[in-house]
């Protein structure tokens, strides 16, 4: 008997090996170590075959080198889950399987549930501390409180003790770590009462406990507005799938979502709740990825490769802003997070519910087409009501001059109007929330004198202005280059250096000397800057988002990191600056993800009790589709992008693959785009678009070209590339560059 193991490689295809007569038969889904040419590769096994069967000559079998596993660490449900994945995004199934599972598993490393838990040593009192050391003394106090038995490190840690402190004091021969094998979670119970429900939210409620309680496939899409109460209805529908002994995934779009996630889920049940992304070790990954198999977690709250996660007894999908761009994936596997929990829902017969506020068409389409079931949540519970939007036209209204210490007066880039409105609701006692989607101090540094830019050397973009306390640099958002700001133009020589444009440390700068200076303003306020710079280091936004709690008048300035489900209470005046620039893009896509991001920012405002106003600064405010969105709310708009959608025959009306090609030279990359055309099968019924040049054609010093291929069957998109794409990965032209495809690509 030989096994066909699945290897880690870019091959479309499994490798037939032979099972030594002194080792053990490796069992399907088990990892296995083989030599693979000069390198030693773990693969999993995913079926037997016999030496007649195989198409390797017996003197060429080659033997496993050892079994690595005494059962299968992937169940049948998940290599079903890997085969569909391998034939959707056309992946070879072993990368397929190496981008399913955690770092340590794939690197061969034993699984196990031990756990380190840390105790006080029974000698040890509190005169063993010197006077001064008051956090360790503190960080002691909060394991003592545990007795003699002392406590897991996941528990202590979640409670607020810090890794380093617990090294120092077990140096100090104050502490022990002990290993203890993992329990199994007591039955989840109610830590705090459900709240009352509007008849909206019963409806949904009842709705996804039916479809539980059947046991079957259900599809739902939980539109409700900003505010509307999402989350308690995950929460009440939640309540029964865990009182049953099962599982939850809960779904979210980006990492800094997930501690605020788990506090809301954690004062409602007493459960073991795991979290799991990026940000997290390879050995808490590992750890998550084994009490998610093992039935150890009950509510696992990820992002999105948390849906590629093995369940022990999974009962409840839900997706949280499921319309987020940030669940497809951009790289290497090309999967969909939310088309993925829909098709794990089908797998083990179970609800999977996408929550928004702002659908996308895609799922609009699906609910017309009756693969996904609607439920409305119209209105905000409580006193709250939704914000009112109101558009400001930049163009009759001078924007703000603000004078600086010297006396010379510079542009603040907000209108007056909007600088009133600011200081009213700051006056009010309230916050105001200023988004805008551009980091860094300004996007281009600019030669007054004779027009030169300081551009990016590898790629085809501008330099980015960086101003801090500490240093002043010049840096590329698509490949990280960085350089220092030069004093004179490198071409002319000239001293007019000057930043063009605003990004939200500049605009912090400019609200800080009108809101928090004291030589202008009677009463300072502070400015809160919310973007990757800002919350780069560990636990950095965790402290932000608190600090916002406090409820204090604050003025926030954000990028897209605060239209995400945030819950800020206090926030009563949110302004959107220019926000609308993505109405004019050449991106079919764009309207719809600028309005999608719009409504979510403008949700920020008013959902305490307090009414909350949106301000949208434009220089376009007879622009139809905003008109159109202010007026008439995100779903008249969407239907409306829908019906034209529909009439130029675009996706969802149509079904996409976008090939990219990235070499040294443009040339190349064209050529080998036109090859491809040229091996597609005749007739293949699809509409192709290109090659052509990539958005940015030149990126990191390569360079970058795509081809577009619509389909109006998706079975036929399917067919076509089933044959034709290993075809184009095996071209002459194609040697030397990286080709890629992605399905159902969100942005082009």
């Known amino acids: 008997m030989l096994v066909q193991v699945a290897l880690p490689v870019p091959l479309y295809r499994v490798f037939d090996y032979s099972v030594p007569s002194d080792t053990p038969q490796p069992l399907i889904g088990s990892r296995v170590e083989v030599s693979f040419g000069r390198q030693t590769l773990i693969g999993i096994v995913v079926a037997y075959t016999s030496q007649t069967a195989s198409d390797v000559p ?12 005494n059962a299968p660490i992937l169940g049948t449900t998940m290599l079903t889950l890997a085969q569909w994945l391998a034939r959707y995004y056309h992946y070879p199934l072993g990368d397929v399987l190496s981008v399913m599972l955690p770092t340590l598993v794939r690197q061969g490393k034993p699984l196990d549930l031990l756990i380190t838990h840390w105790r006080i040593l029974p000698h040890v009192t509190d005169d063993d501390f010197r006077a001064n050391a008051l956090k360790q003394k503190q960080q002691f106090n909060m394991l003592k409180l545990h007795g003699s038995r002392g406590a897991s490190e996941d528990v202590l840690l979640l409670e607020g003790m810090q890794r380093p402190f617990l090294k120092t004091l077990e140096d ?33 409620v009842e709705a996804i406990i039916s479809a539980y309680t059947a046991q079957e496939y259900t599809g739902f899409l939980l539109n409700g507005i900003t505010g509307s109460g999402k989350t308690e209805v995950y929460l009440q529908a939640m309540q029964v799938v865990l009182e049953a002994g099962m599982q939850v995934l809960i779904l979210v779009p980006e990492i800094g979502l997930t501690p605020q996630t788990r506090a809301r889920f954690a004062s409602r049940f007493a459960a073991q709740i795991v979290l799991l992304h990026s940000g997290m070790t390879n050995t808490y990954r590992m750890q998550g990825w084994q009490d998610c198999r093992t039935g150890h977690a009950q509510i696992i709250i990820g992002t999105r490769s948390a849906v590629l996660y093995p369940f022990a007894n999974l009962g409840l999908i839900i997706v949280d802003e499921a319309h987020d761009n940030s669940y497809k994936q951009q790289d290497t596997l090309r999967y969909h997070a939310s088309d993925v929990a829909l098709y794990r829902g089908y797998q083990h017969k179970i609800p999977v519910v996408l929550g928004t506020a702002t659908p996308t068409l895609e799922h609009l389409k699906l609910v017309d087409d009756g693969k996904l079931i609607e439920y409305q949540l119209r209105t905000r519970p409580g006193l709250a009501k939704p914000a009112t939007m109101q558009l400001i036209d930049a163009r009759l209204q001078p924007t703000h001059q603000q004078a600086q210490d010297d006396g010379e007066r510079f542009d603040t880039g907000l209108t007056d109007a909007l600088i009133s409105a600011i200081k009213q609701t700051l006056e009010a006692g309230d916050q105001v929330l200023i988004f805008l989607n551009r980091r860094g101090y300004a996007p281009v540094l600019l030669c007054e004198a004779c027009g030169w830019q300081a551009d990016c050397p590898r790629c085809d973009a501008h330099l980015t202005v960086h101003y801090n306390r500490h240093s002043s640099y010049l840096k590329c958002h698509h490949c990280d280059w960085q350089a220092y700001i030069p004093t004179t133009c490198p071409d002319c020589a000239s001293l007019n250096l000057d930043a063009k444009g605003m990004g939200t440390t500049r605009l912090s700068d400019n609200l800080h000397a009108i809101f928090a200076n004291p030589q202008t303003s009677k009463d300072i306020y502070p400015i809160i800057q919310i973007d990757r710079d800002t919350t780069r280091r560990k636990d950095s936004w965790e402290k932000i988002y608190q600090r916002i709690n406090e409820g204090k008048p604050a003025i926030l300035v954000g990028t897209q990191m605060v239209a995400k489900g945030h819950h800020f209470p206090n926030v009563t005046l949110v302004c959107l600056p220019n926000a609308d620039r993505g109405f004019l893009s050449a991106d079919f896509r764009s309207p719809e993800h600028t309005a999608q991001l719009m409504i979510q920012v403008a949700g ?3 959902r305490g009790d307090k009414p909350g106003r949106v301000l949208i600064q434009t220089l376009q405010p007879d622009n139809a589709l905003l008109l159109k969105l202010v007026k008439d709310g995100y779903l008249s708009f969407a239907r409306t992008l829908l019906q034209e959608r529909k009439m130029m025959g675009l996706p969802p009306f149509s079904h996409a693959a976008l090939v990219r090609c990235e070499g040294k030279t443009l040339a190349a990359t064209t050529q080998a785009l036109n090859d491809a055309v ?9 509409a192709v678009l290109g090659p052509i040049d990539a958005p940015m054609s030149k990126k990191n010093s390569r360079y970058h070209s795509q081809l577009l291929l619509l389909a109006k069957d998706r079975q036929q998109l399917h067919r076509v590339l089933q044959a034709w794409w290993q075809l184009v990965l095996a071209m002459p032209s194609a040697k030397y560059l990286k080709l890629t495809l992605d399905i159902d690509p969100v942005g082009w």
Not at 59 to 67: A, H
Request: charged share 30%; proline share 12%.
């Open 604 to 606: 920020r405002a008013g």
């Open 172 to 204: 100090k021969g104050l502490i022990e770590r002990y290993i203890e094998p993992k329990a199994l979670p007591k039955p989840v119970s109610l830590a705090k009462m459900p709240l009352d429900l509007n008849d909206e939210q019963k409806i949904a």
């Open 678 to 686: 040229a091996n597609l099968p005749k007739p293949h019924h699809l």
């Open 58 to 69: 017996i003197s060429k079998l080659k033997p496993i080198n050892k079994c690595l596993d």
